[in-house]
Nanobody, 122 residues
Framework: QVQLVESGGGLVQAGGSLRLSCAASGRTFSPNAMAWFRQAPGKEREVVVFVTWNTGLTYYADSVKGRFTISRERAKNTMYMQINSLKPEDSGVYYC???????????????WGQGTQVTVSS
């Protein structure tokens, strides 16, 4: 069983920055991929970025390229996402997820955190 715990969300003004963290625990934690998703009120959950856990290869959604940066510390089973130049449309609940393959398909991820709220004021 894998547990994922996100932290780092909050209320920030447009143009500001946040750093989200996702700490994983569990005896068998060895995903092929991890990802950050977000979900705004009334909208579907969407992928923001995913990373191949071993190689570090990344995929970013077009809407966040150049502003979001994913990183990981494999020894700590922790993933981060630095978010710069925040926009009001970035608001939502941010989830980290782990799964067996690199994909932007939500249902392919098998383990999810509880989410952390990001609110960007204009």
């Amino acid at each position: 069983q894998v547990q994922l715990v996100e932290s780092g969300g909050g209320l920030v003004q447009a143009g500001g920055s946040l750093r989200l963290s996702c700490a994983a625990s569990g005896r068998t934690f060895s995903p092929n991929a991890m990802a950050w998703f977000r979900q705004a009120p009334g909208k579907e959950r969407e992928v923001v970025v995913f990373v191949t856990w071993n190689t570090g290869l990344t995929y970013y959604a077009d809407s966040v390229k150049g502003r979001f940066t994913i990183s990981r510390e494999r020894a700590k089973n922790t993933m981060y996402m630095q978010i710069n130049s925040l926009k009001p449309e970035d608001s939502g609940v941010y989830y980290c997820a782990a799964g067996p393959r690199q994909t932007n398909v939500t249902s392919a991820y098998t383990d999810w955190g509880q989410g952390t709220q990001v609110t960007v004021s204009s």
